[in-house]
């Protein structure tokens, strides 16, 4: 009689109570490794785990609870070798572990709670077969329950221990040796060409790898689907109209066994019948780019090899052209007229990297992301005015104040001054080392026979000399354009710059948002929001400005840093200005 919850309601509360603290329990396990072994079987170790029970006066309890036992007797359907490999450390140093198998989960919580005295199975490769589970059974038996086994007797003695840990080891090790096994048949298959798993639909699956004939029904249909894909006057959504006239439908499957169909007893078991379905436009297109209907198999390597198992249903020529038509149409989407809206593709999360997109909103522009799963920005919209006024904050801290400016010329003259007369001595060194370069060009070119003659030098060795004695060349002459430059004039640049872009702050705020977004994207190259905060990267023209805290700290490597940002503060300058003069 199946218990009802307020049965099983009870029977909890009795358990719970410790009506059952002196009683064992029965754990059966089949092994879905091994499904035609009868000595393991259902049936088999239920009669000898009670045989065993009523032989040895270890009362079983009168138990029945839905999803955990019958009558005192666990059943499971489940791999004892399979294992989770995923931890989890908690701050009070416990680590925890998932178990795979939940019937034995339960019966662990229960017997490490004293709620039963202990446990009856067949033997130990029957409770576990993996290091993980070893762990608690020990742990479980040292805590005082009693785990009997029917075909083992353990001693309380260390050669009892020893025993159980040869027993614990050659049946970890028997699962290893299957799966070992079973890689290595499975390999050695698919390197011969054999199928090795389901084949698609449009073939018949019989149980034998060697055979996979044509299914009589749907291969004409699929091979007539191939064929007028190839025509290109199909379109997808055509071929599965065509394929569902023609009473196209897929292969019968079962659907996947719930939780509590997969925890059912061995006699409650409901049959979960095969359906077959409609055929849809991601399956037609799963058919229409698999290469197994070209008569090849996935092997080893993850490419496509001939088959020994089954024929071509379609030739190679009208898969490529297949292929070739499906490409065809596969075009992103690409809108003729975007809404012209300020900052599009400007602004992003700084958590996941997504783009900010905008949109209106009763007349008001907002921007709103799509983050990854994983994003912690909860930020997920704001509107513009939050941006364009965050944007002018920074605007405002890139210009130099008065104070600064004050202290840039009288901190800087010196600087300059000692700036110049560096440079100036590494145009002398640059002189000697372009002189001394020459020098070892010229005697290479006119002592090209001799160097050669007397095998100082191969033709490779010569050629490789000589094209490294140019390049130090061109390094050395790249080097002059940037010291030829004057510090002066770059300072000159970088105050017109700082004036520029005082103006263009004060313009900014009277300015419209596309004109904002203009000044903006000339200025910053990155914007980025978390939560309530605005970040930004200036572009490189305008890196002096953000990085003037050097100028108090390391005077003469900010200096160095304007020379070699000279250029483009100069085409900042430039474009700044024509933004401005323009609007």
């Known amino acids: 009689m199946e218990p009802t919850a307020k049965n099983e309601g009870q029977i909890l509360k009795d358990i ?58 666990i059943s499971e359907r ?23 198998r939940p019937k034995f989960q339960k019966l662990v919580q229960h017997l490490s709670l004293g709620l039963f005295k202990g446990i009856v199975c067949l033997c130990w490769d029957r409770i576990s077969r993996n290091k993980g589970d070893d762990t608690l059974i020990r742990k479980l038996m040292r805590k005082g329950i009693d785990v009997r086994f029917v075909y083992a007797n353990y001693d309380k003695t260390s050669a009892g221990a020893l ?34 798993y389901k084949a698609p639909v449009g073939y018949l699956n019989q149980g034998n790898m060697n055979h996979k004939p044509f299914d009589p029904k749907r291969a004409p249909i699929i091979k007539n689907l191939f ?39 061995e006699g409650q078991e409901v049959p979960v019948e095969k359906v077959s379905r409609p055929l849809t436009l991601s399956y037609l297109h799963k058919i229409l780019t698999n290469p197994f209907y070209t008569g090849r198999v996935l092997g080893n390597a993850d490419k496509y090899i001939r088959s020994v198992s089954h024929e071509a249903m379609v030739s190679d020529e009208l898969f490529n052209r297949t292929q070739q038509m499906l490409k065809r149409r ?17 602004v992003r999360c700084a958590d996941c990297g997504r783009v900010y997109t905008p949109y209106l909103q009763k007349g008001i522009q907002y921007f709103g992301a799509r983050c990854a799963a994983a994003c912690a920005n909860p930020k997920k919209s704001f509107n513009i005015k939050f941006l364009e006024r965050e944007a002018g904050k920074f605007l405002d801290r890139l210009i130099f104040t008065e104070a600064e400016k004050i202290q840039l010329d009288s901190a800087t003259a010196t600087d300059i001054s000692l700036f110049e007369e560096k440079r100036l001595q590494q145009i002398e ?119 003037r805290s050097f100028l108090v700290c390391d005077p003469t490597a900010w200096l160095s840093e304007l020379l070699g940002l000279s250029q483009l503060i100069q085409a900042s300058l430039d474009e700044l200005r024509s933004a401005i003069s323009s609007s």
């Open 429 to 547: 060194q640059n002189d000697r080392r372009k002189k001394k370069i020459r020098e070892d060009l010229t005697y290479l070119r006119t002592n090209r026979l001799t160097l050669l003659k007397s095998g100082v030098y191969t033709p490779e060795m010569l050629l490789q000399e000589e094209t490294s004695l140019n390049a130090g060349l061109n390094a050395i002459q790249d080097d002059e354009i940037v010291s030829d430059l004057s510090m002066q004039a770059v300072m000159e640049d970088l105050s017109k710059l700082s004036e520029l872009l005082e103006y263009g702050s004060r313009f900014y705020y009277k300015a419209k948002s596309l004109e904002k977004e203009q000044v903006i994207k000339i200025i910053f190259s990155e914007l980025s929001v978390s939560e309530n905060t605005l970040t930004y990267k200036c572009k490189n023209g305008f890196q002096a400005f953000a990085n």
């Open 330 to 346: 596969n075009v992103s989407v690409h809108y003729l007229k975007k809404i012209e809206l300020p900052f599009r593709g400007l």
């Open 16 to 73: 719970a109570a410790g009506k059952h603290r002196h009683s064992y329990l029965v754990y059966i396990r089949k092994s879905t490794d091994e499904p035609d072994n009868q000595k393991n079987s259902i049936a088999y170790q239920k009669a000898e785990g009670i045989k065993f029970a009523l032989r040895e006066k270890l009362p079983v309890a009168p138990v029945t609870l839905t999803g955990l036992c019958v009558d005192g007797v």
């Open 78 to 100: 489940h791999s004892g070798f399979k294992e989770n490999n995923e931890l989890t450390f908690s701050k009070d140093g416990l680590v925890q572990y998932h178990i795979d």
């Open 163 to 196: 025993h159980m840990d040869i027993d614990g080891m050659f049946a970890e090790h028997h699962s290893r040796v299957t799966s070992e096994k079973v890689r290595l048949t499975t390999w050695n298959l698919r390197e011969r060409g054999v199928v090795t």
């Open 227 to 265: 064929e007028l894909c190839a025509t290109g006057g199909w379109t997808l959504s055509d071929l599965v109209r065509f394929a569902q006239e023609q009473g196209f439908t897929t292969m019968p499957v079962r659907r996947r066994r719930t939780q509590d169909e997969m925890l059912a007893e």
